[in-house]
């Protein structure tokens, strides 16, 4: 019984740590992603010649 429950505690810590670790590389791609935006948002600003309005 007691091997067990360490087996069960050892899943559920590597279980733990793989949730972890993928919530961290979601959380630093969604960082670039958002960056990616920003610059994409500064070039068209900058690009469109400061024309407001519509034609």
Do not use: H, Y
């Amino acid at each position: 019984m007691d091997r067990k429950l360490f087996l069960w505690g050892m899943i559920g810590v590597l279980f733990i740590v793989a949730l972890f670790l993928v919530f961290q590389a979601g959380a630093s791609g969604s960082v670039q992603a958002v960056g990616a935006t920003a610059q994409a948002a500064k070039t068209a600003a900058v690009s469109s010649g400061g024309m407001v309005g519509g034609c």
